[in-house]
Nanobody, 117 residues
Framework: QVQLVESGGGLVQAGGSLRLSCAAS????????LGWFRQAPGKEREFVAA????????AYVDSVKGRFTISRDNAKNTVTLQMNSLKPEDTAVYFC??????????WGQGTQVTVSS
């Protein structure tokens, strides 16, 4: 079993930055794709970014390209989402997730990000 715990959310003004971290425990995730998703009130959960075990970034959703950066540290079993130039529309609960190959098998509990205008 894998446990994912996010941290780093909070309240920030538009244009500001936040850094989200996700710590994995229970087993090594070297072979997993790790990703970030978000869910705004009244909306479906949305893919944000994903990265392979090798550190190769798979994709970003168009709305965050050039502003967000995903990275991972396999030695520490963590994945990080650096968010710059935040906008009010980035407000959401952010989740990290692990994909073993076919499905997003593991999810964290989420961390709230609120961007004020």
């Amino acid at each position: 079993q894998v446990q994912l715990v996010e941290s780093g959310g909070g309240l920030v003004q538009a244009g500001g930055s936040l850094r989200l971290s996700c710590a994995a425990s229970g087993r090594t995730l070297d072979s997993y794709v790790l990703g970030w998703f978000r869910q705004a009130p009244g909306k479906e959960r949305e893919f944000v970014a994903a990265i392979r075990w090798s550190g190769v970034i798979i994709a970003y959703v168009d709305s965050v390209k050039g502003r967000f950066t995903i990275s991972r540290d396999n030695a520490k079993n963590t994945v990080t989402l650096q968010m710059n130039s935040l906008k009010p529309e980035d407000t959401a609960v952010y989740f990290c997730a692990g994909n073993s190959g076919a499905n997003w098998d593991y999810w964290g509990q989420g961390t709230q990000v609120t961007v004020s205008s």
